[in-house]
């Protein structure tokens, strides 16, 4: 089912950009599927010691590190900026080789290697790409927003809000931090009575994502539902509101900071800033 309503226009832009990264990802699953349930099992067959917690080889052990700094980037900015090169260049340069497991520190270091230098390439294709077809401010790490109702002492529990200007209506243009950062400061916003007017210079409605039990109707219009296939009985919901009712529908939630699980077992998972 499409997650795009038909009363709202096509952003051709963006849906090229999420079909490729798809595209792309779906065809990297299959390839790394693949080749870690054959030559990977092969490899890992070779190791005498257990590959559990405390032995795992240094090959491995940087690989889950990088897989963690991979994840911190996805949090505040697109793949195609992580730190390839050095990733490649800490691989060779700072990893001890295993030689313990001779055949698992090569074969490892080959796996990583090969796609550190693939996603490299493939990374400044796409940063082009999207550089081209998207201005500069789009990378930014910040964002706008017209937020009405805030007492005049209000500030982010974490991080800054910088007022731009101030309105007769004592409304104010204010800039908050963007990405995931974006949900603890409208939950903040929210939590003290505040609404929004634009969120970056958008007044029509805005994506949030929750995980609840299933059957949980939001105060919003849902556009689809996925089970939670590691938690029975839970699915994923993705539901849009009009900008303005923003913060309202966080309210409705339950929910006094991200991430945290009300008595119904809602949990707000995202929104997403333009």
């Not at 038909?6 to 990802?25: G, R």
């Not at 697109?78 to 313990?100: M, N, Q």
């Not at 400044?124 to 998207?134: G, N």
């Amino acid at each position: 089912a499409s997650a795009v309503p038909a009363d709202q226009p096509v952003n051709w832009a963006y849906h090229a950009m999420i079909c490729v990264i798809a595209s792309s990802t779906a065809a990297e699953y299959v390839i790394r599927s693949a080749y870690e349930s054959t030559i990977g099992r092969l490899s890992a067959a070779t190791v005498f010691t257990p590959q559990s917690d405390g032995h795992l080889s240094a090959e491995d052990r940087f690989a889950a590190q990088i897989a963690r700094e991979y994840e911190q980037v996805l949090r505040v900015t697109a793949w195609y900026e992580f730190d390839y090169v050095d990733a490649t260049r800490r691989l060779w340069t700072e990893v001890p080789f295993t030689w313990s497991s001779p055949v698992r520190a090569l074969e490892r270091r080959y796996a990583l290697t090969t796609e550190l230098v693939f996603k490299m390439g493939y990374a400044q294709v796409l940063s082009a790409a999207s550089h081209a077809t998207f201005d500069a401010a789009s990378y930014v790490a910040i964002t706008s927003a017209v937020v009405d109702g805030l007492p005049e002492d209000f500030a982010l529990s974490s991080g800054e809000m910088e007022v731009v200007d101030r309105f007769d209506d004592g409304a104010r243009l204010v800039i908050l931090p963007r990405y995931d950062a974006f949900m603890p400061a409208a939950l903040d916003v929210a939590a003290a009575g505040g609404t929004f007017r634009e969120i970056a210079g958008n007044s029509g409605r805005i994506l949030v994502s929750v995980r609840a039990p299933v059957g949980h109707e939001p105060d919003g219009r849902v556009l689809r539902r996925d089970p939670l296939g590691t938690q029975p009985g839970r699915e994923r919901v993705l539901f849009d509101v009009p900008v303005t009712e923003l913060a309202r529908a966080v309210r409705g939630l339950h929910i006094v900071e991200a991430g945290a699980r009300a008595h119904e077992g809602v949990e707000l998972e995202h929104i997403f800033d333009y």
